[in-house]
């Protein structure tokens, strides 16, 4: 059964990261900021499998479509 409101940690798991909340802050500040000219699924720092999912993500625009919106905007801080 889906989880009905994932969270970012859900979306880090789905990508195959580390999803504590510890994790994820330290993966921002390691990757931050990501060019504003950049879509977030050509940032540098994911492989071709979570590129491609979190491309898909965004053009579902589905359930998850808001995580890949969270995710972009804190990479951009």
């Keep these: 059964m889906e989880k009905v409101n994932p969270t970012l940690n859900d979306l880090f798991k789905q990508l195959g ?3 504590s909340d510890e994790e994820i802050h330290h993966f921002l500040e390691r990757y931050k900021p990501i060019p504003e000219t950049m879509k977030l699924y050509q940032a540098h720092c994911w492989n071709q499998a979570q590129s491609e999912f979190l491309e898909q993500l965004i ?12 995710l972009d905007a804190l990479l951009r801080k």
Excluded: H, V
């Excluded at 053009?59 to 969270?70: K, P, Q, V």
């Design 17 to 19: 990261l580390p999803n």
């Design 59 to 70: 053009e579902e625009d589905g359930d998850w479509s808001y995580l890949a919106d969270e």
